[in-house]
């Protein structure tokens, strides 16, 4: 494939994952203030973010799995319409159980990422991979930093107005889908029904799924603190801090999008990790000793730069380094352990700010430094006996 250029059905693929994340990312910043109107606590609504995490995280690796027997276009089409029934649940709810049970369903369906990144592996060679996951990398952020400005938008027609919205948004996208979404399975052998999972994740792939999991717990404790720390120490108001995470998801598309390809062709993807982990090392560092704002913001653009060499360089790496009928549960693996990451780094960053504002991000930088040395550098392994 030409340099530039991408297989054929990667363009449907992509836009079903902007249109799936537009959707998720007009749901996140309401979700709180609709949850409370129907009495919800704050620690009810901490688990309300939770249980999508945690289905993600059992629902990853099984969706990964059965992409790899009946292929990618039917469980991404499933997962999409699962989007729709959980915005719409969430749209009707009348008590805070029922929305707890939009959230699973919604969580459910976003596991569906990893087949996503499969469906390009499928097609994708070994020089263009990286760019591409960088690529749909950029789809996920778009859809972020869309999905609020829509969500705002719709909200003043009523409180569930915007979960009615994201519901027909992914109606139109499962409709469109149907007609334009490829299958990008190719290899013809059937996984066995009984694959044994500890194949799966052994050996280098378990190092990986360690590195993607430490990364992520990191990031999110970030996530999870820094409004506090904007407030403590600058005295962010919400509408500051969520312009810095606007501009910290801006740099994370530019980079997934420009800067990936380029720096994996150039370095080679397990090179381009360890810069990215580094950059998030010195981004930690940076935001948490920081006492004004220059600093600050040179750590928070290089922190989102860094996550964004990092997190489609490891799928990419993943992708490759098993056979194409495998690449579905190595990559719902990786997922699975996004999704508990997301569910403990939260909770970590919270019980250490209370220690010191700074002290997340140094622990954020040690956990970075730490999973360094596990980074392989073979790009292709053998799951059979090992």
């Known amino acids: 494939m030409s340099r530039g250029r991408v297989p054929q059905g990667f363009w449907p693929v992509w836009t079903a994952v902007v249109v799936d994340l537009l959707g998720f990312g007009i749901v996140i910043p309401l979700l709180p203030l609709y949850a409370s109107r129907f009495g919800a606590s704050p620690l009810q609504v901490g688990l309300l973010f939770a249980s999508y995490s945690l289905a993600q995280f059992v629902f990853s690796p099984i969706w990964g799995k059965v992409s790899d027997r009946v292929g990618r276009r039917p469980v991404l089409l499933l997962t999409i319409a699962g989007s729709a029934v ?7 709810a009348g008590s805070v159980a029922i ?22 592996a499928d097609s994708a060679d070994d020089g263009e991979r990286p760019r591409l996951m960088g690529l749909l990398g950029a789809a996920f952020g778009i859809g972020f930093v869309a999905g609020p400005v829509l969500g705002s938008v719709a909200s003043l027609a009523g409180p569930s107005a915007p979960f009615f919205v994201a519901a027909a948004i992914s109606l139109v996208n499962l409709a469109v889908a149907a007609v334009r979404l490829p299958e990008t399975r190719r290899d013809s052998r059937a996984v066995p029904a009984r694959d044994d999972a500890t194949k799966v994740v052994s050996g280098p792939v378990l190092r ?101 060499l990092v997190a489609p360089s490891l799928s990419s790496m993943l ?34 700010f209370a220690i010191g504002a700074g002290v997340p991000y140094v622990v954020a930088a040690l956990l970075t430094l730490v999973v360094l040395p596990l980074l392989p550098t073979s790009k292709r392994v053998s799951l059979e006996g090992t």
Do not use: H
Request: charged letters at 10%; aromatic letters at 6%; a neutral charge.
């Open 319 to 352: 992708a490759g380094m098993v056979p194409p009928e495998r690449s579905g549960a190595v990559l719902g693996a990786q997922q699975s352990a996004g999704g508990l990451a997301r569910v403990v780094g939260p909770v970590l960053g919270g019980a250490l």
């Open 86 to 92: 959980g915005s719409l649940v969430l749209g009707l």
């Open 208 to 308: 990986f799924i360690v590195v993607t999991f430490t990364a992520i717990t990191a990031f999110a404790a970030f996530e999870a603190t820094f409004a506090l720390l904007g407030e403590v120490r600058y005295g962010m108001t919400e509408s500051v801090v969520a312009l810095a995470f606007a501009g910290v998801g801006a740099v994370l598309v530019l980079t997934q999008a420009a800067l990936v390809g380029p720096v994996a062709a150039r370095m080679g993807e397990a090179a381009t990790i360890r810069l990215g982990l580094g950059l998030d090392l010195v981004g930690f560092l940076l935001i948490g000793s920081s006492r004004g704002w220059p600093t600050l913001m040179v750590g928070l653009a290089v922190l989102a730069m860094g996550q964004g």
């Open 99 to 120: 929305l707890f049970v939009g959230r699973i369903i919604d969580g459910i369906s976003g596991a569906s990422i990893a087949v996503a990144r499969a469906a390009v």
